[in-house]
């Protein structure tokens, strides 16, 4: 089932949307406050939810804005069949396929340096560790 992080822009606001399909909780938008509720790639349809899973979806807000934070030049992580990482590099929009085994190509052919590299693959997993997900 895929699950995702994405910085996105709705309404002309900056949000961030995380695919969590876990617990319950189909999808968390964070635009200044938590919302829980579906999200098909194009609208968010907010939902009501019990007091627990507003728990859980804080819970995984926090550490994904961290994530964030720490990772600042990537733009989305889904996570499938591989990792899939979209950055900015040097202004231009880059995506990382991380397959299972660690082996990590791109959709461009451009020089990354291992430090940007080691950071994007560090950051991927990092999601994944969040949800509790192994590579």
């Given amino acids: 089932m895929t699950k995702s992080v994405s910085?996105?822009?709705?309404?002309?606001?900056?949000?961030?949307m995380i695919e969590l399909r876990k617990h319950g909780i189909d999808s968390?938008?964070?635009?200044g406050e938590?919302?829980?509720?579906?999200?098909?790639g194009v609208d968010f349809v907010k939902k009501e939810v019990s007091e627990e899973k507003m728990k859980i979806a804080e819970e995984y807000s926090l550490k994904v804005k961290e994530l964030l934070n720490l990772c600042p030049c990537i733009i989305s992580i889904v996570y499938?069949?591989?990792?899939?990482?979209?950055?900015?590099?040097?202004?231009?929009?880059?995506?990382?396929?991380i397959s299972q085994n660690g082996y990590t190509t791109y959709n461009k052919q451009i020089s990354i340096?291992?430090?940007t590299e080691g950071r994007i693959k560090d950051c991927a997993l990092k999601f994944l560790?969040?949800?509790g997900v192994k590579l």
């Fill in 7 to 16: 910085k996105l822009k709705i309404e002309g606001k900056e949000v961030i």
């Fill in 28 to 31: 968390i938008m964070l635009n």
């Fill in 34 to 40: 938590i919302k829980v509720g579906e999200y098909d």
């Fill in 80 to 97: 499938s069949d591989m990792l899939y990482v979209k950055f900015y590099y040097n202004s231009v929009d880059v995506i990382a396929f």
């Fill in 113 to 115: 340096d291992k430090s």
């Fill in 129 to 131: 560790e969040i949800l």
